[in-house]
């Protein structure tokens, strides 16, 4: 059962041409429900249940969306995220996709798989896509880095990211 009442309304007759795109809904939310909860997270292992509210999570990917800019990405550009599944993939994907650039997950290394032939997959994928930069979970960073080395496409870890400075920036028109 629902708790949303009416007054909580976030689109009205007046503002819902302004929210034409699932980024503009976002930015409804951060801006007008900062502190609500945006998501609730589920984390593997029993630990306990976390709800995110909207200034926190987009905050989060806006830290993405920032790195990727720095790294030259722009609207339109590919993004691979090559992460666990986890709460950092999704400020990974949101981020990429607030600043305009096109996010995509890739299969990340697991035991199942053989590292090397994992490495040369990824490594031709992400070659042949025209990529502009990888988003990598930290354990995976430095055999990306190797195995694009002598190529064009950074690989942005975990630890590149700045501490948010200022409110994250929706593009407009994606």
């Given at each position: 059962?629902?708790?949303h ?51 926190a ?26 992460m ?33 032939m ?14 502009r ?42």
């Open positions: 059962m629902s708790t009442t009416a007054s909580e309304t976030l689109l009205t007759l007046e503002n819902r041409a302004g929210a034409e795109t699932l980024l503009d809904r976002a930015r409804l939310h951060y801006t007008q429900r900062p502190d609500a909860a945006a998501l609730i997270f589920i984390p593997a292992g029993g630990e306990p249940t976390r709800h995110i509210a909207y200034r999570f987009f905050d989060g990917a806006g830290c993405y969306a920032e790195a990727l800019r720095n790294e030259g990405v722009a609207p339109r550009d590919l993004v691979i995220l090559v666990e599944h986890g709460e950092a993939l999704l400020y990974a994907f949101w981020g990429a996709m607030m600043m305009g650039a096109i996010p995509s997950i890739f299969p990340f290394l697991s035991d199942k798989l053989d590292p090397a994992y490495y040369e997959r990824v490594r031709l994928l992400i070659t042949h896509s025209g990529a930069a990888v988003i990598a979970s930290e354990q995976f960073v430095e055999p990306l880095r190797a195995a694009l080395a002598g190529g064009s496409t950074p690989v942005i870890s975990e630890a590149d990211l700045e501490p948010a400075g200022a409110a994250p920036t929706f593009a407009a028109g994606v």
